[in-house]
C-alpha cells in the first residue's frame, strides 16, 4: 500500500499551507529484518514501508504491540540501517549523514536510562547542543539562550535549577522534550511520550506537540497507543501490524471499523466527531 | 530554525574554560605546598626556606647556588619519590575516573576491579622473562592491566547487560585471584629481583629509578602520562552524556564505539605505568574523584584535571604520612590509601544500593 501522495490537508483544521513539493521526510519502501544473533526473538521485519511527512505536520505510527512500530522509529532515527529502501531528510539520504550531522536534523525522544550522577534541569537541557560543538568546546551565549528557549517552549522554565532526579514524570517528560528541541532538528522522534502520563498530562503533551509543529514547523513523528489522541491532533496516520505497513493517510482514511477491529483484535466503534476526526469506543461486549 | 531569543534562563551558570583553569591554578598551589612539606619529613632537617630556595635555584638552573647537601637531599633523594607519588596518584585517579565512565559504574576502580593486580602480574612476567628489556616492564603492565579490564567487563555482563553487581563482583574476584597467582610467582621464584611481594599487592614509592638518567626516565614517564591522559580529556564531553546514557549519547551525536576505546586503551595505559613504578596502590582512583565530583560537580571536563592533580596530592600526601608516622621505619603507602578509601568504598556502596 503506497502512502497517499495527496497534501494532508484535508480534514485538519485550518493551518498554514506548506509548500507540498518538498516533504521532510521521505520513507521509500523501507524494511527491516532483525540479526539472526539475537537469540530471544524470532527474526522479525518491518514489510516495504513508505510515508511522507511535510514540515508542521504531526504524523502518529499506529499498531498493537510487536507490530514494528518501535523497530520503524528506530530506522527514522538512524539507530539500524534499512535492510533494503532509503530514508531521506530534506532531500538527503539518512544513510549519508555523520553523526553529528543527524543530531542535528533529528531529535528523539524516547524513555531515559537512570542517571548515575545527579544533574540539574538546565545541564541536561544543554546536552542538546552536543551536536554543536566541537571536542572540549565549552557552551557559548548561544547555547544557553537556545537551551532556555527550549524550556520555555516547553514551559519549563521554573525548572532550570532542579535536580533532574526529583522531577515528577510529567515534568521530566518535558524536560526531555526540552533537550530534544535544544537539538533544533527539523524532525522530532517521539517514542510512546505519553506512556507514563495521566489524562491530562496526555492532552497537554499532544497540544504542545501541536503547537510546537504549527508554530515552530517541526515535523512530528510520534509512536503511540493512543488511538483517539493520535486521531484529534495528527495529520497523518502510519498504522502497522505485524511488520507490515497496513495503511498510511488522514485520521478518517485510516479508522477503518473493521480494519481497526481485526488488527487490535476487540469490538469497536469510530464515529466521526463534530470537528471532524474519528474516534474509537471500546464495546464491553458484542 | 529562527529562534525568538526570549530570555536567559536563571541560576545556568555553565563552565567556562576560566573557570577550569582556575580551578587547576589553585589545586597545583595545594600541591606546591604538599611537595615543600614532603620534603621537610626525614631524617636530615631542612627548612621551609632552604627548600623553597633550593626548588627555586634548580627551577632556574643555578645548580651552583645550591649547598650540595641540599642538592643531594633535595633533587637525589626526595624529589624523585615525590615526582613518582605525583605521576602515580595522577594516572591513577585519572584512570579511575576514566574507568567509572567507561563502565557506567561509580565505584569502578582500577584497585577494585582487578585492573591494578593484572597490570602487576603483568610487569611481574616481564621481570621473569625478559628482565633486561627496557621498558617491557611498562609495556607488560599495559598488557595485563587491559586483558583484566576485558575480562571484567565481559564477566560482568548480565543477559547483555553492564550489571553493577555482578561487575564489582568479577572484578573482586579477578583481583584475588590475579593476587594469588602473584603470590605464587613470588614464592616459587626467589632470588630473583622482582621487588618485595607488598611492593606489588600493597604499592610502594621507595623503589629507585631504574636508570642512572633519573631526569629523562622521569621526562619519559610524564610524556606517556600527558599523552594517555589527555586523549581521555579529549573525550570529556562525550563522556558526559555517556554517563546520562550510553543510547541517549548515540542519539546526541556521540560516537560511542570511539569513545569507548580511546579511553579503555588510555586508562589501561596509565594503570599500567602506575602499576609498573609503584605496584598496586588502591583506592586513589575511587577516592578522589568523588571527592571531586563533590567540590566541582560531576562535569569531566573539570572533573579529569582536578582529579588528576587531587590525586597527585593524595599520594604526595599519604606517602609522607606513611614514611613519617612510623619513622624510622616506613609504611607502604598503599597501606595509607586503603585505610582511608577502604571505609569510604563501603560508604559509597551502601548509599549506592539504599
Redesign the interface.
Given at each position: 500500500m503506497s502512502a497517499a501522495a495527496n497534501s494532508g490537508t484535508s480534514l485538519a483544521s485550518a493551518r498554514p499551507v506548506v509548500n507540498p513539493a518538498s516533504p521532510r521526510l521521505k520513507v521509500e519502501q523501507v524494511t527491516y529484518a532483525y540479526a539472526a544473533a539475537d537469540r530471544s526473538a524470532p527474526n522479525f521485519a518491518l514489510g516495504a514501508t513508505s510515508f511522507e511527512a511535510r514540515r508542521q505536520q504531526i504524523v502518529a505510527v499506529l499498531g498493537p504491540n510487536a507490530s514494528g512500530k518501535s523497530t520503524l522509529l528506530r530506522l527514522l532515527a538512524g539507530m539500524v540501517a534499512p535492510l533494503s529502501g532509503r530514508i531521506e531528510i530534506d532531500g538527503v539520504s539518512l544513510a549519508d549523514l555523520d553523526l553529528r550531522t543527524r543530531a542535528q536534523r533529528i531529535a528523539l525522544v524516547q524513555q531515559e536510562s537512570e542517571l548515575l550522577f545527579p544533574l540539574r534541569v538546565w545541564e541536561f537541557v544543554l546536552q542538546g547542543r552536543y551536536p554543536y560543538g566541537r571536542r572540549l568546546r565549552f557552551e557559548s551565549d548561544k547555547d544557553s539562550l537556545l537551551a532556555g528557549n527550549a524550556l520555555s517552549q516547553v514551559g519549563a522554565d521554573a525548572l532550570a535549577g532542579r535536580w533532574m532526579n526529583e522531577l515528577s514524570g510529567g515534568e521530566k517528560q518535558r524536560v526531555i522534550l526540552a533537550r530534544a528541541l535544544a537539538q533544533q532538528p527539523s524532525l522530532l522522534l517521539l517514542d510512546e511520550p505519553t506512556q507514563h502520563l495521566d489524562v491530562g498530562g496526555k492532552v497537554e503533551l499532544l497540544r504542545r506537540l501541536r503547537r510546537l509543529a504549527d508554530e515552530h514547523r517541526y515535523t512530528v513523528i510520534v509512536v503511540t497507543h493512543e488511538l483517539n489522541l493520535a486521531a484529534e491532533f495528527s495529520d497523518r496516520i502510519v498504522l502497522l501490524h505485524k511488520g507490515k505497513c497496513l495503511r498510511v493517510g488522514s485520521p478518517t482514511e485510516v479508522y477503518d471499523r473493521e480494519l481497526l477491529q481485526q488488527i487490535f483484535d476487540a469490538p469497536l466503534d469510530v464515529d466521526i466527531r463534530p470537528n471532524g476526526r474519528p474516534r474509537v469506543t471500546l464495546r464491553a461486549s458484542e | 530554525?529562527a529562534?525568538?531569543?526570549?530570555?536567559?534562563?536563571?541560576?545556568?551558570r555553565?563552565?567556562?574554560?576560566r573557570r577550569v583553569i582556575g580551578v587547576c591554578a589553585m589545586l597545583l598551589a595545594v600541591l606546591f605546598v604538599v611537595v615543600v612539606i614532603s620534603l621537610r619529613m626525614g631524617a636530615f632537617p631542612l627548612s621551609v626556606r632552604d627548600i623553597v630556595a633550593t626548588l627555586f635555584n634548580g627551577a632556574l638552573g643555578r645548580r651552583e647556588r645550591i649547598p650540595s647537601e641540599f642538592s643531594l637531599v633535595v633533587f637525589g633523594l626526595r624529589l624523585p619519590r615525590i615526582a613518582l607519588g605525583i605521576l602515580v596518584g595522577a594516572a591513577l585517579s585519572t584512570a579511575g575516573a576514566g574507568f567509572q565512565a567507561l563502565l557506567?559504574?561509580?565505584l569502578a576502580d582500577p584497585y577494585v576491579l582487578g585492573v591494578s593486580s593484572g597490570a602487576a602480574l603483568g610487569a611481574i612476567l616481564s621481570l621473569i622473562f625478559v628482565p633486561h628489556l627496557p621498558g617491557a616492564i611498562q609495556i607488560a603492565a599495559f598488557v595485563g592491566a587491559a586483558a583484566t579490564i576485558a575480562a571484567v567487563y565481559f564477566l560482568g555482563r548480565r543477559g547483555g547487560q553492564l550489571d553493577s553487581a555482578t561487575l564489582l563482583l568479577a572484578g573482586i574476584v579477578a583481583a584475588s585471584f590475579l593476587s594469588a597467582g602473584i603470590m605464587f610467582l613470588m614464592t616459587t621464584l626467589p632470588g630473583r629481583d622482582l621487588r618485595g611481594m607488598a611492593f606489588w599487592l600493597m604499592g610502594d614509592l621507595s623503589s629507585p629509578p631504574p636508570t642512572q638518567n633519573v631526569r629523562g626516565w622521569f621526562v619519559l614517564l610524564f610524556v606517556v602520562f600527558a599523552i594517555a591522559a589527555g586523549a581521555i580529556?579529549?573525550t570529556?564531553?562525550d563522556l558526559?552524556?555517556i554517563?546520562?546514557?550510553?543510547?541517549?549519547a548515540?542519539?546526541?551525536?556521540?560516537?560511542i564505539h570511539r569513545v569507548k576505546l580511546v579511553v579503555y586503551l588510555s586508562a589501561s595505559i596509565l594503570t599500567g605505568l602506575a602499576v609498573s613504578v609503584s605496584g598496586a596502590i588502591g583506592y586513589v582512583g575511587l577516592l578522589i574523584p568523588h571527592v571531586m565530583?563533590m567540590l566541582f560537580g560531576?562535569?569531566y571536563?573539570l572533573l579529569i584535571p582536578t582529579s588528576a592533580l587531587g590525586g597527585a596530592i593524595a599520594i604526595v600526601a599519604a606517602d609522607t604520612l606513611a614514611r613519617s608516622v612510623v619513622a624510622p621505619t616506613e609504611l607502604p603507602v598503599g597501606a595509607m590509601t586503603a585505610l582511608a578509601g577502604a571505609p569510604v568504598f563501603i560508604y559509597l556502596l551502601r548509599r549506592r544500593v539504599r
Open positions: - | 530554525m529562534i525568538q531569543v526570549e530570555h536567559q534562563v536563571q541560576g545556568m555553565t563552565l567556562t574554560a557506567r559504574n561509580p580529556y579529549l570529556a564531553s558526559n552524556l554517563l546520562t546514557g550510553e543510547k541517549e548515540q542519539h546526541l551525536g556521540v560516537n565530583r560531576n562535569d571536563r
